[in-house]
């Protein structure tokens, strides 16, 4: 569904992307893991098409999307919840919703609107309010709901569980399991917390200083001494 | 052991002996500084020995003044910040506006503040103008002090939830009463002619009022809704007017065969000044618009044969009933007004269809504005005022968005600047000066931005209370700056301000009208 072979970005003359090859099969779940700074939102960010890929190939659904703006990449059946959320603070979680959908058919918005209410409960209650006024965690619910407003195929989602309670960090990743297998969206993992995020993903990789030094599946990864000795150990 | 000591210790300063101590200190350096360098100015004139002049109460006055002011924003500090407002607005005031106003020596005005014979006392402390402007410079921080202190007392001390409900509060009171205000508003707007007090000179004031409102609105689209800075906005006035001037003298169009095109062609403009200058944000775009604003003025100043120079373009037809004119005497078989409709012929006529026109091209703005702010094009505004970089990651495309803000706003800006050329029948780049896209610029902010009943008691404020106090014209000026002081202490959001959300929860998809903040 996404292919994408060697992916340079730069900031400047700092090169954030050295030669990124990666692939994400329709239906997955793949998640990316690797310390601060390593590039990780970079990626996800160089797929939506800002910060512009200098080289390399990115080829979603057979179409080269590298050079596209980035406003026509999202039009594509890609959606993100971004590193920050930034969701719109002075707009109500429902207008926030409703702005996540306005690349969508206008005759799906209520249905979708259901559908993320049934996901996530916690924003029906919370419709009205705004959208800056909400905890952590319902902002996060909002990023990832307004994401899914859009009815993607990949959603792309920088890490779901940044600052968020033990609890709601279990009860987003299994939404996004739900998500995964209820409705077959393809979903693109960037997470910190990789203990739960190889555990849920199918394939997964690692990424050092902006080249992706492994990859395999969630378990052989989990399993791999070298990322439990970096990632895993001390902390899960 | 501390206790005791502390207890033991001086009494906490009184803030009034404080202040009064620090302001009597202050003024005894004043006076001795100024004494000498003041009081006493040397002066050698032609053929006699050096002497000089005596100014003793500019000395008093300054003696009097900075520990005053000294004094009020010490007060500050002990949380007592109210006479720090109320003096720093007085003082900014009485010395800044008429001091301004005698160093451009505006000649009513310079002349009755500043009087050239010193025998002649004037109102002012201190003889040079300029001098009176640094002190309300000065009385101005005062103000901003007391107002700054305030703000922290209020909203430092108060939690999150404390500031969001009195805001959500403020917010309801504004929308309330914009939902009575607006429709109150449109209804006096339209009998007032029939009334008693509806005197010509009273709908020739108010045409002028719904002209800025109209103008006010059509901004508030890019000013308010999309966030995008324009601060030469009467460049599109500008061109609604030479275009309905030209087509009306070169073509012989009519007012409402003109009134699109006219419209048409200022959207054009406002593409073409959008398409490359919109990537640019805040404070680049707003230089870059009033380069444009200055650009179309120097451009009708200097194009001589086509927009006839500085002189401008006389005979523009007036406008007509709908292809039948205003005129006394019609020509050989043909209709005017007054035969039509069997009245006796009156001038008045004219005036009265004219400001009933500028009502209705003033309210099909503000519908359209309403209208657009539910529809996608509308939100996308909103959203890309709080985060372009997420509208792009949702698939709106920014300069599509802001260019169709700034089209539409240039549109009614057209229309206005046509009506304007109707109803004077007469052009000039005097007109269309920076100091009217500021006008219409403070009229949006003062009214609360986005909010269209605000805007519209904000040009009545701005414009009409101008033209009413014309009688006491020494005062004009005064009051004028005296309101926006006041307006901008009171409601530093400006009069209405408040924000309804386009959605509510299901069933209703939109709000109903009457609670969108704007004129039904
Ligand atoms: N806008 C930018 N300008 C310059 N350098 C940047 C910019 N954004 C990121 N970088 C640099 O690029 C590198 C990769 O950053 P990136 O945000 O992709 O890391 P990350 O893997 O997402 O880290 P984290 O887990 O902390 O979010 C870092 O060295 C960062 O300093
Ligand atoms: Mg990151």
Request: proline share 5%; with cysteine; net charge positive.
């Amino acid at each position: 569904m996404l292919n994408i072979s060697r992916v340079h970005t730069f900031y400047g003359h700092i090169e954030a992307l050295k030669g990124i090859d990666m692939e994400i099969k329709q239906g997955e779940i793949v998640t990316l893991i690797g310390a601060n700074g390593a590039g990780k939102s970079t990626l996800l960010m160089t797929i939506c098409g800002t910060p512009r890929a200098r080289s390399g190939r990115i080829v979603f659904e057979g179409k080269d999307i590298a050079q596209l703006p980035t406003y026509e990449i999202m039009r594509l059946g890609i959606a993100q919840s971004p590193e920050g959320r930034r969701i719109f603070p002075r707009m109500t979680v429902q207008e926030n919703l409703r702005m996540g959908a306005i690349t969508a058919d206008a005759q799906y918005f209520e249905q979708d609107l259901e559908r993320v209410f049934t996901i996530f409960p916690r924003l029906k209650e919370r419709a009205g309010q705004r959208g800056g006024t909400l905890s952590g965690g319902e902002q996060q619910m909002l990023a990832i709901a307004r994401a899914l407003m859009s009815r993607p195929r990949l959603l792309l989602l920088d890490e779901p569980s940044l600052g968020l309670a033990p609890i709601i960090v279990r009860q987003i990743f299994s939404t996004i399991k739900e998500i995964n297998r209820q409705q077959g969206m393809t979903v693109f993992l960037v997470e910190q917390n990789a203990n739960h995020a190889l555990k849920l993903a199918h394939r997964g990789y690692v990424m050092v200083n902006g080249v992706i030094t492994l990859s395999g599946t969630g378990q052989e990864l989990l399993s791999n001494a070298e990322v439990r000795a970096a990632y895993l150990e001390g902390g899960h | 052991m501390t206790d005791m000591t502390l207890s033991a210790g001086p009494k906490a300063p009184s803030p009034l002996v404080e202040a009064a101590k620090d302001a009597v200190f202050a003024a005894i350096l004043v006076f001795l500084l100024s004494w000498l360098m003041i009081g006493y100015q040397t002066q050698v004139l032609q053929g006699q020995p050096m002497s000089y002049v005596t100014r003793y109460s500019d000395v008093l006055w300054a003696v009097f003044l900075i520990p005053a002011g000294r004094f009020l924003m010490t007060l500050t500090r002990f949380d007592r910040t109210l006479p720090a407002v109320i003096g720093g607005a007085l003082g900014f005031i009485y010395l800044f506006i008429p001091g301004v106003l005698g160093v451009l020596e505006v000649p009513v005005y310079g002349e009755f503040f500043v009087t050239v014979d010193p025998l002649q006392p004037d109102i002012l402390p201190f003889e040079q103008p300029m001098v009176n402007v640094i002190f309300g410079i000065g009385a101005f921080f005062v103000l901003a002090a007391g107002l700054r202190a305030r703000r922290k007392k209020t909203v430092g001390a108060q939690t999150l939830e404390v500031r969001e409900a009195a805001e959500a509060r403020q917010a309801r009171i504004s929308k309330n009463l914009s939902s009575i205000l607006g429709p109150l508003l449109i209804a006096v707007a339209l009998i007032i002619p029939f009334t008693p007090w509806g005197d010509r000179k009273l709908v020739d004031t108010l045409i002028l009022v719904m002209t800025y409102v109209m103008l006010g609105w059509g901004l508030n689209i890019v000013v308010g809704l999309a966030g995008l800075l324009d601060l030469g906005y009467v460049a599109f006035y500008a061109v609604g007017a030479y275009t309905y001037a030209k087509l009306s003298i070169d073509l012989g169009l009519d007012f409402w065969a003109s009134l699109p095109i006219a419209g048409a062609i200022a959207a054009t403009f406002g593409v073409a000044l959008g398409f490359p200058v919109l990537r640019l944000r805040g404070d680049y775009l707003a230089i870059v618009t009033l380069g444009f604003g200055e650009i179309i003025r120097i451009i009708l100043i200097n194009w001589q044969i086509f927009t006839g120079g500085p002189n401008g373009l006389g005979n523009i037809a007036k406008i007509d009933f709908f292809g039948i004119p205003f005129e006394r005497n019609p020509k050989e078989g043909e209709l005017a007004f007054h035969t039509l409709f069997g009245l006796d012929f009156s001038p008045v006529h004219r005036i009265y269809f004219l400001y009933y026109v500028i009502i209705a091209l003033a309210l099909v703005t503000n519908f359209v504005t309403i209208r657009l702010r539910r529809m996608p094009i509308g939100r996308a505004w909103e959203a890309l005022r709080e985060d372009e970089t997420a509208c792009r990651a949702l698939g709106i495309n920014p300069t599509n968005t802001k260019l169709t803000a700034f089209a539409l706003g240039a549109m009614f800006a057209g229309f206005a600047g046509s009506f304007f050329a109707t109803r004077q029948g007469f052009v000039s780049p005097e007109s269309f000066t920076f100091i009217e896209s500021a006008v219409i610029l403070a009229i949006v902010v003062l009214g609360g931005m986005g909010s269209q009943v605000g805007v519209a008691l904000a040009a009545i404020l701005l414009i009409g209370l101008p033209e009413v106090l014309r009688e006491l014209s020494l005062y004009r000026m005064l009051v004028f700056g005296g309101v926006m002081v006041l307006i901008m202490l009171l409601r530093p959001k400006g009069l209405l301000s408040f924000r309804v959300p386009t959605i509510q929860l299901h069933g209703k998809k939109a709000l109903p009208p009457t609670t969108a903040g704007a004129v039904k």
